[in-house]
């Protein structure tokens, strides 16, 4: 495992040196220890010309490997320099999950290509896959798997796992089906180890398997995984029969990409599939710019507000210096509140059921929550803004109509903030998008509208 | 797998209708095919009384895996109703790290009585792990594994599995290690299925081992196992003997759990291990009010500053109602790029040596960005607050101080937001603490100053 600052430069080095004076033989050496997903590394950072040096340098297994492991531009560059031949073999030791998430992010000039070389049952599977939507568990299963029959002995059980387990991505897991494919039990190679030669399949199998359909969401499939602490999940298809399994590292990475892109919906971006440093200026200000024009344009409001109270704020201009204390302090709770339910809806904590107790809940927080940021900003207008900065205007009626707008505010904020989530997910949005930039443009809205009426009515403007 | 809503209400009406009707049979007739995940949902959320009613229904092993999926109140609650034997009978059913978790989490008293009736071993093991600093690999590892040596045959590795593999948590990866528990290599029971009897370990052993550290962040070791797609990673001491092995299980367990706290730190609460519903209302007071307070108080140089500039609006009060755009927008924006950068850094996409690229990255964005909103605003201005609203007070001068702001704040935004988080995680602090609302509070201050800069140069107030 790279320590990755410090080690990586230096193996960067190294590479450069051994490519120079030609010792490839060496190079080869020092990359075959390595894990496949530090050799990838080493050869996206080795840049464009060092890198099909590299890659040529492996052998044919462990190139398969790192090539799935590479950036979809890196493999792209890749497959482009490919000769057929290299471009089959490559192929050929794929697993069948990783072959359509290559073909899935390569233009269509390359896909025609791979889809030429690829032996016709794997082409066939491939276009399977392909079918399903794209975040359905279909689209991310992997139709290669070692099924038994209930009849089997575990010798025999044994012998299949010898004849065809080599091709299999795992065998940890075993599933027990009936000629027409239909799920009939579950076992894992513990359960054959410890068992004795002559047993049945059937006698030391669970019959109780927890299968997910192929049109359900990739996500419920990954949460499942990680639920129950399973290591492989059966697939099964509309008439419920056997077509795939989804295994533990497909569903950590699709886990690591939908969090990355509740980040950064939360944050009023589109969502981006490609690393940080990998996405170009473009991309980036494409992903960002509309939440942002959106969000600036219905400020609007905001600005209306304003204006409508523009006499009020006049005759009273002290108002004014604390109405960015107002909204962000309600923008703040109202994220606070939001993120807490965006949070616990996607762990499945929470759902619309509940959306009465979480309202009680939000509730009673904020009522706690604005007591005390009212009473200590009141302790401050009165000791700070008063004595210690001698502003005579910050009397006792103007420190009441703020900290009574911060009550109100908290409490408004935080009930808007625990709610949008919920309701957005009933009506099937996703509710990432109800996070702190739009509850802000609404509680901003709102805290003004709180701040004047509450002025009005005890300044008297 | 429970679809949550529709089916888990049906159960638990069943539940209780077979309570009452005493038909204790049927009900765990009900239980036994369930996963464990899903029967401990139904315990808890079949109330206080009827929990320790259900659990015992259930036999031992059973018991004991769902035991482990309660959550640590629950736990505490039947702990405390076990008779002695009870409790032994849990206790030598749990894998080891699962004893770990649930004595870290229970109250002294409680933990008192477990390490009096674990056996002396498991004591001894427990208390070991427990010295582990929280966060590290040794915390969350689990010391029962099963270890070959490189003089063994096939056979033999296959003998001692049968002989202690039902003990422990995996089987599916088993490493070599020399007499003095050094790590020589590791193998798959794959490998062993599809070798020759009488090979030797060493012969079909992998020499090159990704090890872990005890020591190292847990959060390391996930980010490895997610990274390798290893399904367990051995865990070695500062001599590089072998103590442990940390599986693909716990890593999710800790992905989910810094994930929430990277979202709750993100959103100015202070982190908590509990799920939302059962997280208590002063409990999630105490979470929220400190940073809010810190913000609240912090916003005070906001109003120093309008307050200082108070003549200067009084002049022209119309640049009043474009004060709450410019903070959403700069806010916003400064969000979009840390919120970015914490995610690229926990996902190890970017560290320190990058800050000039992402710098360099993020003022070409900004730039970008912020023309497109200064031009977008410029138009609004004009068509909408002028033409259509009527409002003579925004000149054509007005109009380019807001949008010449817009520019700048944007720009300043971005960078602030993408090098803080880079900046904290260099001296030591969590990246995410440095998140929007952290960043807003900055925005919020300079974009004032900003605005009334360009205001005094451009429209001489």
Redesign the interface.
Do not use: H
């Given at each position: 495992?790279f320590d990755?600052?410090e080690q990586l430069d230096q193996y960067l080095e190294t590479i450069e040196e051994m490519i120079r004076e030609k010792r490839y033989a060496e190079l080869r050496d020092m990359l075959l220890?390595?894990?496949?997903?530090d050799i990838a590394l080493l050869l996206e950072e080795s840049g464009e010309e060092k890198m099909p040096i590299l890659y040529r340098l492996l052998p044919k297994e462990l190139a398969a490997e790192v090539f799935v492991e590479l950036e979809s531009d890196s493999q792209e560059m890749l497959i482009r320099g490919f000769s057929n031949t290299e471009l089959k073999e490559v192929l050929d030791e794929l697993y069948l999950d990783d072959a359509v998430d290559i073909v899935e992010e390569m233009p269509a000039s390359v896909v025609i290509r791979i889809l030429e070389r690829a032996t016709p049952e794997m082409r066939k599977s491939i276009n399977e896959i392909l079918k399903y939507p794209e975040d359905s568990t279909g689209s991310i299963m992997n139709t290669e798997f070692l099924s038994l029959k209930k009849d089997m002995t575990v010798s025999d059980a044994?012998k299949r796992?010898?004849r065809v387990?080599?091709e299999m991505e795992t065998?940890?897991i075993l599933y027990v089906t009936d000629p027409t494919r239909h799920l009939l039990g579950v076992l894992s190679?513990?359960d054959l180890?410890?068992a004795e030669e002559e047993d049945l399949i059937e006698e030391i199998m669970d019959?109780?398997v927890?299968a997910?359909n192929t049109m359900e969401d990739k996500e419920d499939a990954a949460q499942?995984?990680?639920?129950?602490?399973f290591?492989a999940m059966p697939v099964v298809d509309m008439e419920e029969r056997l077509v795939g399994i989804v295994t533990?590292?497909d569903?950590?990475?699709v886990?690591?990409e939908e969090?990355?892109e509740d980040?950064?919906k939360?944050?009023?971006?589109l969502p981006s599939d490609k690393?940080?440093?990998r996405t170009g200026?473009?991309e980036?200000?494409g992903a960002?710019?509309p939440?942002?024009?959106v969000?600036?344009?219905s400020?609007?409001f905001?600005?209306?507000i304003?204006?409508h109270y523009?006499n009020a704020?006049?005759a009273c201009?002290?108002l004014?210096?604390?109405?960015?204390?107002l909204?962000?302090?309600g923008?703040?709770?109202g994220?606070?509140a939001?993120?807490?339910?965006?949070?616990?809806l996607s762990?499945?904590?929470?759902?619309?059921?509940?959306i009465l107790?979480?309202l009680w809940?939000e509730l009673?927080?904020s009522f706690?929550?604005g007591v005390?940021?009212g009473g200590?900003?009141f302790i401050?207008m009165l000791l700070?803004?008063r004595l210690l900065?001698g502003?005579a205007a910050v009397t006792l009626p103007v420190c009441a109509v703020v900290c009574l707008t911060?009550m109100f505010v908290?409490i408004f904020a935080k009930c808007v903030g625990c709610s949008l989530p919920i309701l957005a997910e009933k009506i099937g949005l996703d509710p990432a998008v109800m996070a702190?930039?739009f509850i802000?443009?609404i509680v901003?809205a709102t805290s003004?509208l709180i701040y004047f009426t509450f002025a009005s009515h005890l300044l008297g403007i």
């Open positions: 495992m990755y600052e220890p390595m894990e496949p997903a044994f796992i010898r387990g080599g065998i940890s190679v513990r180890l410890l019959p109780n927890v997910i499942a995984l990680s639920k129950y602490d290591v533990v590292d569903a950590m990475d886990i690591e969090t990355t980040f950064e939360m944050a009023a971006m690393p940080y440093l200026v473009c980036t200000w960002r710019l939440w942002l024009m969000l600036m344009l400020a609007t905001t600005g209306m304003l204006n523009e704020l006049a201009l002290v004014n210096a604390y109405i960015p204390m909204s962000g302090t923008g703040n709770s994220t606070q939001s993120v807490a339910v965006i949070r616990a762990l499945d904590e929470v759902n619309f059921s509940d107790q979480v809940k009673r927080v706690l929550c005390c940021l200590a900003n401050k700070v803004d900065l502003n911060i908290v702190s930039p802000t443009t901003d003004l």
